[in-house]
């Protein structure tokens, strides 16, 4: 089993619509969470960490279920420019090491 | 967050060579590490890059292949050595500069092409 796994996609929405990617963990000693935005051939950016409270941002609403060691991430409204690869990361409180999932691509089309 | 450049950008090489990339970081930051992504793959940990002693290597990667030095607290290299087609990845360094609970900052990635 891999140890962040998510759903690849690729998910393909018209604009407005609002998408939500899931992912899970195998750790339970994981510590910090996190959802990375990684546009074509750029480097990955921290999206916005995941808190157990649930944390919003503009448009973008993490959630975090330690009990189901699972992650998600809504967006709302979606925009052209929300497509990319959305990457949940796992830290492990241990060493410190990021481990990511295999990214899920997000299509948002006119 | 900590600003990152990495050098080279990219590069196309002749198998058997070796490539050194380096990042350098406009701050002291305790945790510096190496990943590797392939072509439509996420990211791979490659190692954790020490200051004063020698990496932390994940299973699947040694140090013979992809030596790495973190003279100081700002600065690491990794040299893919004796590199073959399969090499051909990018490959990124990683930095925070908080605790566990904080996001990693990346450089902007090394396009390797080994031909």
């Known amino acids: 089993r891999k140890e962040v796994e998510q759903d690849p996609g690729p998910f393909n929405v018209p604009e407005g619509a609002t998408v939500a990617f899931n992912c899970t963990y195998s750790n339970s000693a994981s510590q910090s969470f996190f959802w990375y935005r990684q546009d074509c051939r750029k480097e990955p950016k921290l999206l916005m960490s995941?808190?157990?409270s649930g944390n919003e941002d503009g448009r973008f609403t993490a959630q975090l279920n330690r009990a189901s060691q699972y992650i998600s991430l809504l967006i709302r409204d979606s925009k052209l420019s929300d497509s990319a690869t959305y990457l949940c990361?796992?830290?492990?409180?241990?060493?410190?090491?990021?481990?990511f999932g295999q990214g899920t691509t997000l299509q948002v089309k006119p | 967050s900590a600003v990152i450049s990495q050098k080279p950008s990219r590069d196309i090489c002749q198998r058997g060579t070796s490539l050194t990339i380096q990042c350098q970081v406009d701050?002291?930051?305790?945790?510096m590490f190496w990943y590797r992504q392939q072509p439509g793959q996420s990211l791979t940990l490659i190692a954790t890059?020490?200051?004063?002693?020698?990496?932390?290597?994940e299973s699947g990667f040694v140090i013979d292949k992809f030596p790495i030095s973190r003279p100081n607290l700002t600065f690491s290299t990794l040299t893919v050595s004796n590199m073959s087609p399969e090499d051909s990845s990018i490959y990124l360094c990683?930095?925070?500069?908080?605790?566990?609970?904080?996001?990693?900052?990346f450089g902007s990635g090394t396009r390797l092409t080994v031909v």
């Open positions: 890059a020490n200051q004063g002693s020698e990496a932390t290597y």
């Open positions: 990361v796992v830290n492990d409180g241990n060493t410190g090491k990021l481990i």
């Open positions: 995941v808190y157990s």
């Open positions: 701050s002291q930051v305790t945790m």
């Open positions: 990683s930095v925070t500069t908080g605790g566990v609970g904080y996001g990693y900052t």
